[in-house]
């Protein structure tokens, strides 16, 4: 099969298309032809050895302390069951399905625990639409029902609205009954608007801590929003919700008496076969829907890593494996 494949941290190019084994699925484990799946920060991050500050050792340690661990990068995907191994009962050959595998999706298959952080897509969802959600939606979900505890009504900000994170906050936020806030250049503010965000802020022209508002909850994936400059701007009780950022906003996160009963929260989402059963749910009741911002074939993985690695992209940059006919078709074309 075709993988894209790394054998040392570097730039972009150091991603090498090479032909190698097709995976043999174990006990256990499942194996998906993969149709999608994205490219992103984190895979930018364990390409590059390129981490928040502070966090450089443990980075190192969960990545590989001299070169990448995984040799076939790819954190998501959405594939076709094409084989199983012995004892898994959940998934049967032709099943559509999506998930986050850690390593190994930014391949033609891919081997997944069937146990893991993988469901079914719901008919109503491409293969592309699928991919799109775990990285973002989960890491939305994650933070602003479990960690943030968001409760319909309150104010919602979210940073970095127009990026991979923060374009599904701002609907899982609204899913939730929040009233949101955006942080985004002009360029992204028709994207959010039509997203349902209820007021845009150009931020590179307004600082957020000085418009005199209050926001109970601040979700924060771009590391802008520091808790010392936005504690004026967060009300009693509110929760900052620090997606990215680095021993600083760890250490903060500790203490969590300060006044007012405002709070840093800082934590790490992980994806589960129930919290992706319920954002393929939410996606397909259309509460959800991912902005695909590029869409590329694998050969072209590193022009995808370039996109990324901006940390200007718009949605999601996507490499779809299958072509794209292919990758939207039904599910009894798969
Ligand atoms: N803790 C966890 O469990 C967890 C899970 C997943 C991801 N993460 C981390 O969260 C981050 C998620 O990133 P992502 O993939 O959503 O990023 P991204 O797609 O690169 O988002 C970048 C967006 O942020 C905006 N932006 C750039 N500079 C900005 C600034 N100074 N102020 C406000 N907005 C700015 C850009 O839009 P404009 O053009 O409008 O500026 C861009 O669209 C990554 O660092 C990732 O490692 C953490």
Redesign the pocket.
């Known amino acids: 099969m075709h993988a894209a494949t790394i054998d040392r941290y570097g730039p972009a190019d150091a991603l090498i298309l090479a032909e190698v084994p097709t995976p043999v699925p174990g006990p256990g484990e499942i194996l998906v032809r993969v149709h999608a799946a994205p490219v992103?920060?984190?895979d930018w991050?364990l390409r590059a050895a390129v981490y928040?500050k502070g966090l450089r050792l443990i980075g190192r340690m969960v990545s590989g302390l001299t070169k990448p661990r995984h040799r076939i990068p790819g954190v998501d995907f959405a594939g076709t069951v094409t084989a199983v191994g012995a004892g898994v009962t959940r998934y049967a050959p032709g099943d559509r399905v999506f998930g986050f595998n850690g390593h190994g999706t930014h391949a033609e298959y891919v081997t997944v625990r069937a146990e893991g952080a993988v469901a079914h897509i719901p008919d109503a969802l491409s293969f592309t639409e699928a991919a799109a959600l775990p990285?973002?939606g989960d890491?939305a979900l994650?933070?602003l029902a479990t960690f943030g505890a968001l409760k319909p009504g309150e104010r919602l900000l979210v940073?970095?609205?127009?990026?991979?994170?923060?374009h599904l906050a701002v609907q899982v936020g609204k899913a939730l009954g929040a009233e949101v806030t955006v942080?985004?250049?002009p360029d992204?503010h028709p994207m959010l608007r039509a997203l349902g965000a209820d007021h845009v802020v150009d931020?590179t022209r307004r600082d957020v801590a000085r418009m005199g508002e209050r926001w109970d909850v601040l979700f924060d994936?771009?590391?802008?929003l520091p808790y010392r400059r936005m504690r004026r701007a967060m009300a009693k009780g509110g929760r900052l919700l620090v997606?990215?950022g680095g021993v600083r906003e760890m250490l903060q996160s500790l203490w969590p008496w300060r006044r007012g009963g405002r709070r840093v929260v800082f934590?790490?989402?992980m994806a589960s076969h129930e919290s992706l059963t319920r954002l393929a749910a939410m996606a397909a009741a259309g509460q959800i829907r991912p902005v695909i911002g590029a869409r590329l074939p694998l050969d072209r993985i590193a022009d995808a890593h370039r996109i990324?690695e901006t940390?200007?992209?718009?949605g999601i940059t996507m490499l779809e494996i299958v072509p794209d006919a292919a990758a939207h078709s039904s599910p009894a074309a798969a």
């Not at 994936?221 to 802008?224: E, T």
């Open positions: 992103t920060t984190a991050r928040p990285f973002g890491t994650s933070f940073a970095g609205a127009a990026g991979n994170v923060g942080m985004a250049r992204a931020y994936p771009i590391h802008v997606v990215e934590n790490v989402a990324v940390r200007r992209q718009r």
